[in-house]
């Protein structure tokens, strides 16, 4: 199986940065796109920065010039550094891991972290 664990969340003032970690293991050759993704209250789960199967990598128009994605392959661990934080960047944050086996494609998600942006 493959486990996902995400960290780095908290509350922080408008301006202020957050770096979140997500940590991933198990059964995760193979793995075809990363994506870090959030989800307000009363809103939809949108994707704020990936990695796409290519390696390259893709940002939700709200975080371009802010939020920065990298990681490390060698501890296979992915990173969203987010600056200059806005209040409505307030969401669960969480990591999402896409495995092709066998011609299928299986999505793994994290159980997220809590980022809290206030005014």
């Known amino acids: 199986q493959v486990q996902l664990v995400e960290s780095g969340g908290g509350l922080v003032q408008a301006g202020g940065s957050l770096r979140l970690s997500c940590a991933a293991s198990g059964r995760i050759f193979n793995a075809n796109a990363m994506g870090w993704y959030r989800q307000a209250p009363g809103k939809q789960r949108e994707l704020v920065a990936g990695?796409?199967?290519?390696?390259?990598?893709n940002y939700a128009d709200s975080v371009k010039g802010r939020f920065t994605i990298s990681r490390d392959n060698a501890k296979n661990t992915a990173f969203l550094q987010m600056n200059s934080l806005k209040t409505e960047d307030t969401a669960v944050y969480s990591c999402?891991?896409?495995?092709?086996?066998?011609?299928?494609?299986?999505?793994?998600w994290g159980q997220g972290t809590q980022v809290t942006v206030s005014s």
């Open positions: 990695f796409t199967s290519s390696g390259s990598t």
């Open positions: 999402s891991l896409r495995i092709a086996r066998l011609g299928i494609l299986y999505d793994y």
